[in-house]
């Protein structure tokens, strides 16, 4: 995002299920408060589909998994960095009976763009929306369906924490 920034916020999170939920919440909060509520859900899946992404393929234990959203005058942007720039994340087709794997085509669906930059230690999944324009002729960019999608998060953190369990049965 080559432009001013009229907004930023950026914080530090330890590589754990509970940072996933933490992350959302603030993603969605500082949208709103940025003038942006009609974001606030779509945000909030992507973000949680970022850490998710960063916790389960990208953390290193002892290593912190970092969340910036940005407002520009005609973005905003929101990208998750983790330690790991050896594994880059890809869209994949995932089968109906698959827990994971549909994380990346919901950033793709509701972002404008989204991408990855390797740095010197790891890499930065971002996505972006150029404000702006008006919702697209089916609706899908409408609060409503953001809303939807973020109680999905939601669900879709409950199955993560469960994963990361040690015996893997959510015990």
Known sequence: MNQPLLFEGSLDYTPLAHSVTLARRRAA???GEWGHPDRAGE???VVSELMSNALLHGSLQD?????????????LRVEVGDPRGDRLPWPRPAQDTDQFGRGLLLVAALADRWGVEVRGTGKTVYAEWVLGLAADADGSRSGQAGLVLSEAADRSSQSIRRHLQPDGLGH
Do not use: H, K, P, Q
């Open 29 to 31: 909060r500082l949208v």
């Open 43 to 45: 945000v909030a899946v």
């Open 63 to 75: 290593r912190l998994i970092r969340a910036r959203i940005s407002l520009g005058a005609a973005t």
